[in-house]
């Protein structure tokens, strides 16, 4: 397989949970505990970019999020941003074909984006901030986690997972 096919590949597969995001998403029930299915796709892209790539991306996603929910508006982004570029650098040090390892991937990538986007907006008093990232963010983290497996298992030959460098 040439490097040109694959990323086609690898962007279908992203355009199609952007997609999937916001046309299934809402029918999945309450957004706290649905699987985020844009944060997904940039997992997926930064554990084949650089760092660098993985942080535009990140900024990117956090962008469109935080256009949608202006809450906090520069959380997501920042949440984002850190979660792609650690995403990209992590594939470094502990990253394998596994897909046990690349649930815990997708959820801890999930529960950790809840905790800086809660961090970095501050528009929850303290008790709810922990009853989200007690209650809420591992069930999100979860779905996505499940998600994310079934995406691999269904995609495993267009997205193969490489270390690079």
Known sequence: MNGRSE?????????LLVV???ALRPFLGDFRSSPDLLLL???V???RARPGQAAVAGFLVGLVVDSLTPVAFGAGMLAHTVVGYLAAWGKAVFFAENLIVNAG???VGTWL???LVLVAGRHMVQSAMAWQLVF????????TAIVGVVVLMLFRRWLPIRITE
């Open 7 to 15: 990323q086609y590949r690898l962007v279908v597969v992203l355009l």
């Open 20 to 22: 999937l995001q916001f």
């Open 41 to 43: 796709a940039l997992l």
């Open 45 to 47: 892209y930064a554990i």
């Open 105 to 107: 991937f997708f959820f």
């Open 113 to 115: 984006r809840d905790l």
């Open 136 to 143: 809420w963010s591992p069930i999100k983290a979860l779905t």
